[in-house]
């Protein structure tokens, strides 16, 4: 992956971070920050659907990715 994309992909990320938790919840200490934040983790990357990945989840990308790499080792 090159630099630039490398970049926008992390811009992203934290975008989506940023507005679907930090400006989302009010937090009371920093185990209430990480335990929402871990909750999201697992949507963002089991649940949520991404249009940059042909409306796949990353678990399903990864998935398809291991798939193909059997194939191609057999």
């Known amino acids: 992956m090159e ?3 490398l970049k926008d ?10 507005s679907e938790v930090l400006s989302t919840w009010l937090f009371r200490n920093l ?7 871990w909750a999201w983790m697992l949507e963002y990357n089991e ?5 940059g990945l042909g409306g796949l989840t990353p678990a399903e990308v ?3 990715a291991r798939v193909s790499t ?3 080792s057999t």
């Open 3 to 5: 630099n630039h994309a």
């Open 9 to 18: 992909l992390i811009e992203r990320f934290n975008r989506s971070y940023r």
């Open 31 to 37: 185990d209430e920050v990480c335990e929402i934040t």
């Open 47 to 51: 649940e949520k659907d991404h249009d």
């Open 70 to 72: 059997l194939e191609w």
């Open 62 to 64: 990864l998935a398809n």
